[in-house]
């Protein structure tokens, strides 16, 4: 037993350990969006069926000698795909099917050691239950089950040393090798501890036949009814989870911290059920659980005016709440131990139904996070209605739960069929969702907005006619309109005297900066999401109008710089500005110290490095200036207000060039006066703390909610 103990705990903590490994390796590959993690996810739920499916083939249809040898074979076959890291050829080319492509690099990197991984726990748990030899019925029944518990205890550590201890103190290359070289250990293990299993050609154990406090009964048959419910009660937590990492992601960041968070919620509710049943109770469960409903309709209602610590809290708690309901009573229904692979395969068939909905199937169904609301009435359905079927609850307690479910439930559905229904809305011009995010068009007053996740990310005066002036983040005196000012003067100062601009941008919006584009100058914008060239081109004006002037490039902005410098093509841009959020959420990967190499490489000499970093959550300005003081360039803070008739808009920019072009009188004149923390961090490709930058606080802003609310009102 404990030598099986071992191999449960080592192949767990290294399934799981591989997942943030390999995601964050890939992050910057497809844009740093959320969409990575969660198809990482449905990958890594797709390959763990394919090895239930495997155990369950073995246990089916093999003896157990024949499956020790068959694994063997497959153990030492899956060595040479080691190390995992991923090779630089499988970075994309083609940014039109991101889940495809995510997959592919998946599959061809470390696709095989994670199918080993994912038949460990129930083929080992098999082999146990053969070879347990004097355990008592009690053991017999339950021992399968703690190995189980144990796996989730080893997955759960991994995860959570990974964002506090591996990826803070190991570098991407060195935690890929570390890992390897545990691989080949567990290898080792796993066939040296699955060897004891060679004498046995039934899986009959020797307790069923020669111990008397073996159980001896027939085994009960399966019917198709509780299968399903195996198959929902595993579905819907997974769905649960995918979308509660989307919602988190797409309004903070896409990081290892804000992936692993969820998931261990997820893993602690199994761990909780599985391993102490008695811990779920009804009583104190499904009460949570209407509370954990009230919980995930207010974030998904209010999720543009709410902070990010309350957001986080809430999701968090509404996460595990539906969690410990679904897997507590999934635990409730587990069969006899000889019908284990059989469930394990339709626990983890939900799993992966979940995932393949969540990435593949929304986004191509719904115009929203519609997945999430429907999540919480799927937890609540289930999670009401079995124990209610049962006899653990009495009559009038019934009652009570199924009124208040029924109003909750309502809130629920309002929510889910508000998020459906958003293109009915009579400001609302387009409503929209791909895998890079969610998106739409709203007519506000005069003019016409294009909003990305639930942020403003670009307008244009359109009424009574379209107008090419620059407004809002892009105005007169926004630190996009010095810099090009500034590059101007310069570029008139030189003898002979140089015409034209020539600007970069990652992160095309509608185009606003073309606002500022004149006769000679060259614009080259980079964007990964292919919806927004199109949604530039066909609501706004900017991109028709100087198309001449203008290149868009389909792809995420470093890649393609990347791929530029090993071309030997050097733009030589007096200006690149970094404009690439999604709704709130920060491009991390745009960010690092590495990442300014490759900028550096498209700069003129006295070229302009231009961050927006307006953000309602994190302060991104201690990062740039470490980075920029640490690099022997400065940096400048600039702060711009604009109002008009309907709003007033504060943007954040910080500028980084050489100190010859920092002490231009432009620049000086609007520099903001900002200290540098003496820890201000310092983010690299292996490792971005965003604790130090990070406002956790918790409030709703009322105040931005009402004003909304009275736009929109004028606007019907």
Not at 162 to 183: A, D, T
Not at 303 to 317: E, I, M, T
Not at 484 to 490: G, M, S, Y
Not at 580 to 609: M, N, Q, W
Request: hydrophobic share 45%; aromatic share 12%; charged share 15%.
């Amino acid at each position: 037993m404990h030598r099986y103990s071992i191999v449960v705990f080592l192949g767990a903590f290294l399934l799981f350990q591989v997942q943030p490994l390999i995601a964050k390796v890939i992050l910057p590959w497809f844009g740093g969006t959320a969409a990575v993690w969660n198809t990482c996810m449905m990958f890594f739920q797709i390959v763990l069926l394919l090895g239930y499916l495997y155990s369950h083939g073995l246990r089916m249809f093999t003896t157990p000698r024949n499956s020790w040898i068959v694994h063997s074979v497959v153990l030492l076959l899956a060595l040479f795909a080691l190390p995992v890291l991923p090779s630089e050829s499988l970075k994309p080319d083609s940014y039109e099917s991101l889940s495809g492509e995510i997959v592919k690099v998946l599959a061809l990197s470390v696709g095989i050691p994670f199918f080993i991984l994912a038949t460990t726990g129930p083929l080992i748990q098999a082999w146990q239950s053969v070879s347990h030899g004097n355990e008592t019925k009690a053991e017999v029944s339950d021992s399968p089950y703690r190995l189980y518990a144990l796996s989730n205890i080893g997955s759960l550590l991994a995860l959570i040393s990974y964002p506090f201890l591996v990826e803070p103190n190991l570098r991407l290359q060195n935690q890929s090798w570390i890992w390897s070289g545990l691989f080949t250990l567990f290898v080792v293990m796993c066939i040296f501890g699955g060897a004891q299993v060679r004498g046995f050609s039934s899986w009959q154990a020797p307790a069923a036949k020669d111990n008397p406090r073996a159980d001896a009964s027939p085994v009960p048959s399966i019917s198709v009814g509780r299968m399903l419910l195996w198959l929902l009660l595993a579905m819907i937590p997974s769905v649960m989870l995918l979308a509660t990492t989307n919602l988190m992601c797409q309004e903070i960041a896409s990081v290892p911290f804000l992936w692993i968070l969820p998931l261990a919620l997820y893993l602690i509710s199994f761990i909780i059920c599985f391993e102490k049943p008695g811990w779920y109770h009804r009583g104190l469960f499904v009460p949570l659980l209407l509370f954990g409903v009230i919980a995930g309709v207010a974030v998904a209602m209010l999720n543009a005016y709410a902070s990010a610590g309350l957001q986080v809290l809430l999701l968090s708690f509404s996460l595990f709440a539906c969690g410990m309901t679904c897997h507590g009573e999934l635990e409730r229904m587990k069969p006899h131990v000889s019908s284990l692979t059989l469930f394990y395969l339709f626990v983890s068939l939900g799993g992966s139904l979940g995932g393949i909905f969540v990435v593949l199937i929304a986004p191509r169904i719904f115009n929203g996070f519609a997945e999430f609301q429907l999540a919480l009435m799927g937890a609540l359905l289930l999670g009401i209605a079995v124990p209610c079927f049962s006899k653990s609850i009495s009559g009038g307690r019934k009652i009570g739960i199924g009124f208040a479910s029924l109003i909750i439930g309502g809130l629920a559905l309002s929510s889910f069929l508000g998020t459906l229904n958003r293109s009915g809305i009579d400001r609302v011009l387009l409503d929209g969702r791909n895998e890079y995010g969610i998106f739409s068009v709203e007519k506000d007053g005069d003019r016409r907005v294009f909003i990305s996740g639930t942020i403003d990310h670009g307008s244009q005066i359109v009424m009574p006619q379209p107008s090419l002036e620059p407004h809002s983040y892009y105005s007169d005196g926004s630190g996009f309109s010095i810099c090009v000012k500034t590059q101007r003067d310069l570029a008139s100062d030189e003898s002979p005297k140089r015409s034209g601009l020539k600007i970069g941008v990652l992160g095309l919006g509608i185009g606003s900066m073309l606002s500022w584009a004149e006769a000679d100058d060259e614009f080259v914008f980079y964007e990964i999401n292919p919806r927004v060239e199109s949604i530039a081109r066909e609501w706004f004006t900017f991109l028709p109008t100087y198309e001449s002037q203008c290149e868009v490039v389909i792809g995420d902005g470093r890649i393609r710089l990347e791929k530029e410098t090993s071309r030997g093509i050097d733009r030589q841009f007096d200006l690149l500005a970094i404009d690439a959020f999604s709704s709130d959420s920060i491009p991390v990967h745009l960010l690092t110290d590495e990442c300014f190499d490759v900028y550096e490489k498209h700069l003129r000499h006295d070229g302009i490095l231009l961050f927006h970093v307006s953000n309602r959550f994190i302060d991104l300005k201690p990062v740039l200036f470490a980075t920029a003081a640490d690099r022997g360039l400065a940096a400048t803070y600039v702060r711009h207000v604009n109002s008009d008739a309907t709003s007033t808009r504060v943007s954040h920019w910080v500028l980084v060039t050489n100190e010859k072009v920092a002490n231009h009188q432009r620049i000086r004149s609007a520099a903001e006066p900002y200290d540098l923390p003496v820890d201000a961090p310092r983010w690299s490709d292996d490792f971005a703390s965003l604790a130090p930058v990070i406002n956790w606080s918790f409030y709703v802003s009322w105040d931005r909610m009402i004003q909304k609310a009275e736009q929109n009102a004028n606007n019907k």
